[in-house]
């Protein structure tokens, strides 16, 4: 069964930083991509960042780039979502998830990595 429980969401202020941690369990790093995906009320999901194992390359998001790290640890089934120089339009319900890995072309092309599995979610705030 596949599990992933997020932490490290809050509030801060605008230019702040938040530090989100994902544990995975009930699957195998090497064969999936994780990363993570937020949405907004009254917004469509938006693609943050993905890792996806088919070829190494990490994603991000147009609206992240330079702003936000990803990076994993593939013996302690975590990945960690590093989030500088917040904004107010990052505030979102952040969720990680889980998926088939692909080439970093179908990713790219499709705004993010594809998923079948994720959490419950932590709220990010970010204040004005």
């Known amino acids: 069964e596949v599990q992933l429980v997020e932490s490290g969401g809050g509030l801060v202020q605008a230019g702040g930083s938040l530090r989100l941690s994902c544990a995975a369990s009930?699957?195998?790093?090497?064969?999936?991509?994780i990363g993570w995906f937020r949405q907004a009320p009254g917004k469509e999901r938006e693609g943050v960042s993905c890792?996806?194992?088919?070829?190494?390359?990490?994603y991000y998001g147009d609206s992240v780039k330079g702003r936000f790290t990803l990076s994993s640890d593939n013996a302690k089934n975590t990945v960690v979502l590093q989030m500088n120089s917040l904004k107010p339009e990052d505030t979102a319900v952040y969720y990680c998830?889980?998926?088939?890995?692909?080439?970093?072309?179908?990713?790219?092309?499709?705004?993010?990595?594809?998923?079948?599995?994720w959490g419950q979610g932590t709220q990010v705030t970010v204040s004005s």
């Open positions: 009930g699957f195998t790093f090497d064969d999936y991509a």
């Open positions: 998830a889980v998926g088939p890995s692909l080439t970093f072309v179908a990713v790219v092309a499709s705004h993010g990595c594809a998923y079948d599995y």
């Open positions: 890792i996806s194992s088919k070829e190494g390359n990490t």
